[in-house]
């Protein structure tokens, strides 16, 4: 079974730019999500999906952030514009339907510097 | 306050040893407690959940003790591969279900 994906694995982009991360979670995983872990604090969630529609969306920190999961596959997360402070290490899990907790798979992430 | 707080550590302990990483959680509704392990530079990954009952898989124990809301993860005979950081991680359940949150991590280290 592929785990999860992230592409890109590394992102340098400059403040005021755009940069869209992907997603692919495990085949048959409807549960998907995002979490962050910038510099020296904890890994913090930012949104669930449930196949295409977004179940919570609370951790997101702002409306520079955009998620999707057109068609309720493979998901993105776009920062436009970016800055300094949305440094850090961006990753997706997945889980089975139902999957309270458990059953979480996490990608390996998307190292994102902002200069 | 953090929702979930941790000791960072560092641990340093030699081969064979056994040490004992606490956690503590403010959320008094929360439902389901793991401990996670996180390599450097890597993902994290699912190290065992935890029950009221206290569990144990191979030289691991967890513990919970719902009422001083307190975690704990033993680790027996340490082996040089038990080096990472431990994560405390607590989901809230309800509408919450989907949402894990994280404690900073335990940091490990096991030398010869």
């Known amino acids: 079974e592929a785990g999860v994906t992230q592409f890109p694995s590394h992102s340098v982009i400059e403040k005021g730019q755009t940069v869209t991360l992907r997603c692919d979670p495990i085949?048959?995983?409807?549960?998907l999500y995002w979490y962050r872990r910038v510099m020296g604090k904890e890994i913090k969630f930012l949104l669930h999906?449930?196949?295409?529609?977004?179940?919570?969306e609370s951790g997101m920190p702002n409306n520079r952030f955009l998620a999707e999961r057109t068609g309720g596959t493979y998901s993105t997360l776009k920062v436009q514009p970016a800055e300094l402070e949305d440094s850090g290490v961006y990753f997706c899990?997945?889980?089975?339907?139902?999957?309270?907790?458990?059953?979480?798979?996490f990608g390996s992430g998307t190292r994102l510097t902002v200069v | 306050r953090k929702e979930v707080e941790q000791d960072p550590g560092p641990f340093n302990v030699p081969e064979g040893a056994t040490v004992a990483f606490n956690c503590t959680y403010s959320?008094?509704?929360?439902?389901?407690f793991f401990w996670y392990r996180q390599d450097c530079r890597k993902e994290p990954k699912l190290l065992m959940s935890?029950?009221?009952s206290g569990n144990e898989d191979g030289r691991f124990t967890a513990q919970l003790n719902r009422a001083s809301q307190y975690i704990s993860l033993l680790i027996r005979d340490s082996k040089l591969s038990d080096s990472a950081t431990y994560l405390c991680?607590?989901?809230?359940?309800?509408?919450?279900?989907?949402?894990?949150?994280f404690g900073q991590g335990t940091i490990l280290t096991v030398h010869p």
């Open positions: 899990a997945s889980s089975h339907p139902g999957g309270r907790g458990v059953g979480y798979t």
């Open positions: 085949s048959g995983h409807d549960n």
């Open positions: 999906f449930v196949k295409e529609s977004k179940q919570d």
């Open positions: 959320n008094s509704a929360s439902q389901s």
């Open positions: 935890v029950y009221s």
């Open positions: 991680v607590v989901n809230a359940g309800g509408t919450s279900y989907g949402k894990l949150t």
